[in-house]
Every structure is written in structure tokens, then in C-alpha cells.
T-cell receptor
């Protein structure tokens, strides 16, 4: 099975611009989560989508949004970029069976805001 | 404040040594996962534990979930340079919460 793929891998944007990141989950996984990872804050949960519906949301401003398509692919969007948005953005797809929840990460998109 | 506290933050050891890293919380989790992450890459899932007191072995790695499902430990026997990386624990309830990680360096 192919793993989680994320595009693009690297991105440079300027303050005030917006950005869209894409994630394709493992085939058969219906849940996709997004995380922001920075040296200072570590891995922080952004949101989780399941069957095209946002199931959970972390404590991020409304500039961060996402969506999931019927084929489980997901996108996240950040509008009005700030310097502090520079981070590694990670997507993870997951499945749950018999009480066991397992999550698999993609390689991430490294976003640099200048 | 991290929901999950990992210790130590940094660990540098010689090849062949044993080590244990810890993941502690005041919250009960339905499941807990351990990951290893290398620079510039996404975390790689090592193990999932769900039952209090559960012990899982993965070659030289031994994972234990606390009886109360609030804490976990990872023990590595005879560490090798290839074990170098950031070890993250994550607890699951409604969502996943991660610890800050233990950065392990194994010197040859």
C-alpha cells in the first residue's frame, strides 16, 4: 500500500499571502488529521476530518481551514500568512478497529513565510 | 503546558548502552502511540498500546503502558546509531495530543 503523500514538499510564501496544502491518505483510510510542527511548540493538532466532515478542531485561529473530498483526499488552507506560520505541516491518515487507533504520517510540507 | 510530559528532553549515549524514556500525563488515554521522527520527515509509528499494563516488544524496543493508562515508557536495549531520532508519544481520546519528544543521539 502506498503511504500518505503530501504536496508540495517545500513552499516559500510572503506575509499576507495564502497557501493551500494537499494530502492523499492511505487507501481505505477515511480519517485525515493535520498538524503543525515547530521547534518551539512541537506537534500541535490543527483539525481532523472524517467522511468529509470536520470531526475535531485544535486551538488555531480561523485563518487555518481545511476540507476533505469524497475520495478522502484533504486540503488545508492558511490565509493572510504570518511569519509565525513558518513550520512543518504534517498530514496523517488513520483507521480505528476494535478500540485500536493507528495514525500514519506523510513526509510533511515545509512552509517558510518571509 | 504539554498534556503529555516526556523525559528526558535530550539523551546522548554510546552505542551498546540501554536507555529508558518516559511519557507521563494526568489524563487517561484510550490508546497511546510511540513514534520516531528523523529531521525533515514525518513521524513513523512504532507501536500502539491500548490496555493498561500492556507490554509490547519490537526487536530491541520494549514499550509499556501504565496500569492506569496515563503513562508509558520506551526501553531500548543495546542502542545503535540507527536509533538516533526524536521519540514522540501521543495520547488519544477525542483527538491526538503529542508530547514534546525525547531527542536521542547514539554515538558509535
Amino acid at each position: 500500500k502506498a503511504g500518505v503523500t503530501q504536496t508540495p514538499r517545500y513552499l516559500i510564501k510572503t506575509r499576507g499571502q495564502q497557501v493551500t496544502l494537499s494530502c492523499s491518505p492511505i487507501s481505505g483510510h477515511r480519517s485525515v488529521s493535520w498538524y503543525q510542527q515547530t521547534p518551539g511548540q512541537g506537534l500541535q493538532f490543527l483539525f481532523e476530518y472524517f467522511s468529509e466532515t470536520q470531526r475535531n478542531k485544535g486551538n488555531f485561529p480561523g485563518r487555518f481551514s481545511g476540507r476533505q473530498f469524497s475520495n478522502s483526499r484533504s486540503e488545508m488552507n492558511v490565509s493572510t500568512l504570518e511569519l509565525g506560520d513558518s513550520a512543518l505541516y504534517l498530514c496523517a491518515s488513520s483507521f480505528s478497529s476494535g478500540g485500536r487507533y493507528e495514525q500514519y504520517f506523510g513526509p510533511g510540507t515545509r512552509l517558510t513565510v518571509t | 503546558t504539554q498534556l503529555l510530559e516526556q523525559s528526558p528532553q535530550f539523551l546522548s549515549i554510546q552505542e551498546g548502552e540501554n536507555l529508558t524514556v518516559y511519557c507521563n500525563s494526568s489524563s487517561v488515554f484510550s490508546s497511546l502511540q510511540w513514534y520516531r521522527q528523523e529531521p525533515g520527515e514525518g513521524p513513523v509509528l512504532l507501536v500502539t498500546v491500548v490496555t493498561g499494563g500492556e507490554v509490547k516488544k519490537l526487536k530491541r524496543l520494549t514499550f509499556q503502558f501504565g496500569d492506569a493508562r496515563k503513562d508509558s515508557s520506551l526501553h531500548i536495549t543495546a542502542a545503535q546509531p540507527g536509533d538516533t531520532g526524536l521519540y514522540l508519544c501521543a495520547g488519544r481520546n477525542n483527538d491526538m495530543r503529542f508530547g514534546a519528544g525525547t531527542r536521542l543521539t547514539v554515538k558509535p
